[in-house]
């Protein structure tokens, strides 16, 4: 290519630069957070939709940032171990190593990352190859499917189902919605990579029982499949007969499942965008490389405050004024308050056995007002409605289900229960005023 | 298949219990910084290595920092906006705008990550398709080859080399070194999707010239390729004749190229891990969607930080007190500093325009007792042997070249010199004692 050929090597304007999206990204573009988050934001919005507390985190957590900043260590503001900075995952270490029975290795069985999105993100990404399955249990937290594509991943979905006579009651609970034995089972495959397990669940707040994850634990086992096990919500569960159970710790699981953690959800203050991985270590190696490769290290300062949160929280681990205690108790009378609510206004919520969210059956409003169509779902249109009519901010649940399976969920919205009084009590008096209209 | 089947088809287990690595990532594990940094750090070496400012940053920085967290606003620590926090890309709009010589939409045209790092990622992964080639210039920052290797790209490498009166000069310059124009061009082709340039340039110190840019930009223009321009070390800059030019500052060039900054070299705090990229929205638009697919939003407190430590840049952005002025004429000191050290000990330094490293010919030193083999550069066992018998951790620049073409720099290792006057004291005494044994 000499310059005289300029005029025909010039080309063609449109062939490159519509600047267009790399393959394995393209059909991945929208986002329920961004369209609802500014929404919400737009029409000054009450906002029981996105998961996120609007109170001030525990106090100790404020202080130890600021002791933190008032360390004489100035190297605190520099680049710190990429896997994850020493006294973090010494700290992680300590505080999981007994709720996973086993000494968890600080320098190779934790990655430390920028939250439990990016953990995920490294999960799927280090292990799959096009082509690869992974089973996907909707309604999911709605990353997981668009990771699993831009992997050149194929998910396979399957849904929790309710039972029929949960449908009917005024109030169901989030133990009705179950998988179909049968149907997991024909899921798993030769090709079948990963299985995704979200528990406590977002969005329907379902703790899986021990026997659930039993029979989840001996397919992965009989299909050597590895199980990505979602755990950000681990802490926040409600009844003592429904624990949470660490999918690490069923028999033989260890060897196959990345647990994953949040430093956002555990101190509810979910800026930090800081998670982490745990796993023995010859599953921990693909998520490193990825890390390695997409972000490298993450902030130091942020690290060091988790590091001492846990310290901290370490001494009282067993009292019920631990954090990792109390957030159930604070969270618990929220709940029951909108659950009531809920109720009394005529929707049919689902009581969720962990998490901090509630779906709900609104239909009995909906009446033939929103119907869904080829472009937009019944609940998207709703929950559009109810932000800019109502002034109040919920989040559609079919966002949670892939393409072919949304229709399942279209009666149902999500709600939040993570706020402060004030904002439950305007979003209950909102939901008042539904029903009388 | 029926649990009869059991036996029959439970997998050989080394089938995928050896839970390999994505074919995309394989190859890409290894990383010099982690060797490097554990090594200087397991022999208590002096740190000339790693890019990091070992003494404390700005006092404003920490005070700003320190200010956010007693801001009564407590949603703070709760999710901000998914691409960028808004107090943020307003400041960076502020501040960037004059020198982009247009109004950047703090909105469409800026997206913030979790540092250059992740900038860099998503600008490759957002664009390369399988077969797409990324012309790269080494020697190069080491993440840009397997970034682009593990979008499925071909990584088309090309060498700054050095005049050949340059090498035989005891000091010579990083303007010195140049790229073969007629080499340059016929790197260009059909399937050439982006060219990253990295200006100021790490490891050399280069600072292209307009001239050189000018070049690279009608080769973009002509074959209708992006341009990712890593301006990192944009305000370290020593020289008033060597500016720093902006790639998207040239003619027809805003529509093509994404501008990669970052806080952590801004504000010497590299633990910030908090970056942005620039580009029209166009170009953002596919960043964005990787962005969203990985990571999805960034830390807010300490985007908060940066916001408010722009603010305060901004009302003195002209005065030599302005931290992005002052920080060039603190750090020339310490350049002429090692490098009078490095000449006087036989090394011969490549004086740098810009950034704050310095790459210098070993060679004299070496001798025979250092060989390049199949398995190990020549530098890389210089270097180990500084760190473990002289207490002196450098880098080694063929870590930043494409295996085929690191031969061209084993003689040569890197330092940095953003290091307080006390390490770079007892590392010069260490040069010195090199030169007498």
Redesign the interface.
Same mark, same amino acid.
């Given at each position: 290519?000499t310059s005289s050929d300029?005029s025909s !090597?010039?080309?063609t304007?449109d062939?490159?630069?519509?600047?267009?999206?790399?393959? $394995?990204?393209i059909g991945?573009?929208k986002?329920i957070?961004?369209e609802f988050?500014a929404l919400a934001i737009a029409h000054k919005a009450i906002n029981v939709g996105?998961g996120?507390?609007?109170?001030?985190?525990p106090p100790y957590?404020?202080d130890l940032? !600021?002791e933190t900043?008032?360390d004489p260590n100035?190297?605190?503001?520099?680049?710190? $171990?990429?896997f994850g900075h020493r006294r973090l995952v010494d700290a992680i270490s300590n505080v999981y190593s007994p709720y996973f029975n086993r000494k968890i290795d600080p320098l190779n069985e934790i990655l430390v990352t920028?939250?439990a999105?990016?953990s995920i993100?490294n999960c799927i990404?280090?292990?799959?190859?096009p082509g690869d399955e992974a089973i996907l249990i909707e309604p999911f937290y709605d990353?997981y499917e668009?990771?699993v594509r831009?992997?050149g991943g194929i998910p396979r979905c399957i849904t929790l189902k309710q039972k029929p006579e949960s449908t009917k009651a005024d109030i169901s609970s989030s133990s009705d919605w179950t998988l179909d034995k049968n149907e997991l089972?024909?899921m798993?495959?030769?090709r079948t990579?990963l299985i995704i397990v979200n528990t406590p669940n977002n969005p329907t707040g379902k703790v899986f029982t021990r026997e659930e994850l039993e029979h989840i634990a001996n397919l992965c086992q009989?299909?050597?499949?590895?199980c990505i096990s979602d755990e950000v919500y681990e802490w926040i569960v409600y009844d003592k007969n429904k624990k949470h159970i660490r999918m690490a710790t069923l028999p033989n699981m260890w060897?196959?499942t990345l647990t994953i953690g949040s430093a956002?959800k555990t101190f509810s203050?979910?800026?930090?965008?800081?998670g982490w991985t745990i796993g023995s270590q010859?599953?921990m190696?693909?998520c490193q490389?990825?890390h390695?490769?997409?972000?490298?290290?993450?902030?130091?300062?942020?690290q060091e405050v988790i590091a001492r949160c846990f310290e901290y929280e370490l001494k009282r681990l067993n009292s019920p004024e631990c954090y990792f205690n109390s957030i159930s108790t604070e969270f618990l009378e929220k709940r029951d308050k909108l659950v009531q609510a809920l109720k009394e206004c005529g929707m049919k919520p689902v009581v969720p056995d962990g998490g901090y969210f509630i779906i709900a059956d609104y239909s009995q409003f909906a009446g033939d007002k929103f119907q869904s169509d080829a472009d937009d779902m019944k609940d998207f249109k709703f929950v559009r409605y109810l932000i800019k009519e109502k002034q109040l901010a919920t989040i559609p649940v079919t966002g949670f289900y892939t393409a072919d399976h949304r229709h399942l969920a279209e009666n149902y919205i999500r709600f939040c229960f993570a706020k402060k009084d004030e904002t439950l009590d305007k979003a209950i008096e909102i939901l008042r005023k539904l029903k009388t209209n």
């Open positions: 290519m300029d !090597k010039t080309k304007s062939k490159k630069s519509d600047n267009s999206l790399a393959k $394995r990204f991945l573009e986002s957070w961004i988050g996105q996120f507390i609007d109170y001030a985190p957590f404020i940032y !600021k900043l008032d100035i190297l605190l503001h520099q680049y710190t $171990r990429g920028d939250g999105y990016p993100f990404h280090g292990f799959m190859n990353c668009p990771m831009s992997a089972e024909s798993f495959n030769s990579r009989k299909h050597d499949v590895i060897e196959r956002g203050a979910t800026g930090l965008k800081l010859h599953l190696h693909p490389v990825v390695q490769n997409c972000v490298y290290t993450c902030p130091t300062i942020s």
